[in-house]
């Protein structure tokens, strides 16, 4: 089957500007996932979606991070505007439904992003 | 609340030597706990996972881990290391079967010739 897909990859911003994230899922996988992390830490957990309701945002910097999962399906994250402490790889993650759930987490590749 | 400590930020080893990597936590719950591992430049696979089923799980590549309640670790353990075991590992605690998962710091394992 294939896998969780993120692009871009890599992306360069000055501070200030934009960025978003695109995140597709493994198909049929109800939870969805964004983590951040920072060159030597553990991912940190921004955001998750139960199809397209969220179900954990208290990590998520509102005031510049968004995100949305229209249809339940593939997920945008966007941050504006970026500070220079955004630098880090973002992770998508997605797993099964709940009554058929493994635990287990699968991981896109992530989208490294530096804020110049 | 869920943490997760990993002592060692850095295992050095040589090749076809024991591996063993730290992990313990805390979780006011029944915990589910995670092995990933992490290849530069490529996504977090799972190693292992410990669901309260057996308290020794054994996982991909050779690796395996105990559960320890009374001591609250999950302790990562290979007997022979591989050059290909060069990676960052993430211990993972969750509760409520699959949700809310919690990473630890890491430990990145370096494999000497």
């Known amino acids: 089957e294939a896998g969780v897909a993120q692009s871009p990859r890599y992306k360069i911003i000055e501070k200030r500007q934009s960025v978003a994230f695109w995140c597709n899922p493994i198909?049929?996988?109800?939870?969805l996932y964004w983590y951040q992390q920072i060159l030597g830490q553990g991912p940190k957990l921004l955001i998750q979606f139960q199809n397209n309701g969220v179900v954990d945002d208290s990590q998520l910097p509102k005031d510049r991070f968004s995100a949305e999962r229209l249809k339940g399906v593939d997920s945008t994250l966007k941050i504006q505007p970026a500070k220079l402490e955004d630098s880090a790889v973002y992770l998508c993650?997605?797993?099964?439904?709940?009554?058929?759930?493994?635990?287990?987490?699968?991981f896109g590749e992530g989208s490294r992003l530096t804020v110049l | 609340a869920q943490s997760v400590t990993q002592l060692d930020s850095h295992v050095s080893v040589s090749e076809g030597t024991p591996v063993l990597l730290r992990c313990n936590y805390s979780s006011s719950y029944s915990p589910s706990l995670f092995w990933y591992v992490q290849h530069p430049n490529k996504g977090l696979q799972l190693l292992l996972k410990y669901t309260s089923a057996a308290t020794l799980v054994k996982g991909i590549n050779g690796f395996e881990a105990e559960f320890k309640k009374s001591e609250t670790s999950f302790h990562l353990t290979k007997p022979s290391a591989h050059m290909s075991d060069a990676a960052e590992y993430f211990c993972v605690v969750s509760f409520n079967y699959g949700q809310n998962f919690v990473f630890g710091p890491g430990t990145r394992l370096s494999v000497l010739p």
């Open positions: 993650a997605s797993s099964p439904v709940r009554g058929s759930d493994t635990g287990e987490l699968f």
């Open positions: 198909s049929g996988h109800a939870t």
